[in-house]
């Protein structure tokens, strides 16, 4: 079946590093593909997304590309700042009769100042 | 902006009480869903819906039902609460469903049961 896997955590990260979070997926067809963040204490935002193969998503100085040769969609950011410490959760959109997301277990992100 | 409200921030029940969780959505969406979400396994789905008195179960429906009676309203009933209910539960809504169409997300409701 349609399954997600991304890198556990917690990762620790200094201010103005630079981020990446592994995500794998297994998928029939063409899956969409998703990042969500959770801050502490709220529901999960929408950070960016990508339809189809080669799509870069990107939101916030984020950015995932949509690589069907590897099934990946890797996220990324150039520079942390502590303001970005949640959760991350990538997702795909099964793309069958009910379209439902299937999430990652999550990944704990920490920017210290 | 979408906005997703669940009823209770945090709940304490006790073991065999019936427990309803509430969720509104105010955008028109037709699709709405319930998940809970437990450490090391991220969001779980419990059931969804496509439509006003439509359901559907998810991955995990046991010990769970739910009512949807008007469009913006989802509920999630516990029959009867056990220990192992004990998580945090998230409601979304959707534009219909369109696999590029974002979930909306509520802040979540961390239910206890004692």
């Known amino acids: 079946g349609n399954s997600v896997t991304q890198m556990e955590g917690p990762v620790t990260l200094s201010e103005e590093a630079f981020l990446t979070i592994n995500c794998t997926y297994t998928?029939?067809?063409?899956?969409?593909l998703f990042w969500y963040v959770q801050y502490p204490g709220e529901g999960l935002q929408l950070l960016l997304k990508a339809t189809k193969a080669d799509d870069k998503g990107s939101n916030k100085g984020f950015e995932a590309t949509y690589r069907k040769e590897t099934t990946s969609f890797h996220l990324e950011k150039g520079s942390v700042q502590v303001s970005d410490s949640a959760v991350y959760f990538c997702?795909?959109?099964?793309?069958?009769?009910?379209?439902?997301?299937?999430f990652g277990t999550g990944t704990l992100l920490a920017v210290q100042p | 902006d979408v906005k997703v409200t669940q009823s209770s921030r945090y709940l304490v029940k006790r073991t065999g009480e019936k427990v309803f969780l509430e969720c509104v959505q105010d955008?028109?969406?037709?699709?709405m869903f319930w998940y809970r979400q437990d450490p090391g396994l991220g969001l779980r789905l419990i059931y969804f819906s496509y439509d006003v008195k439509m359901k559907e179960k998810g991955d995990i429906p046991e010990g769970y039902s739910v009512s949807r009676e008007k469009k913006e309203r989802f509920s999630l009933i516990l029959e009867s609460a056990s220990t192992n209910q004990t998580s945090m539960y998230l409601c979304a809504s959707r534009l219909r469903d369109f696999s590029n169409q974002p979930q909306h997300f509520g802040d979540g409701t961390r239910l206890s049961i004692l």
């Open positions: 997702a795909l959109s099964d793309g069958g009769a009910t379209n439902k997301l299937i």
């Open positions: 998928a029939t067809g063409y899956p969409s």
């Open positions: 955008m028109d969406h037709e699709n």
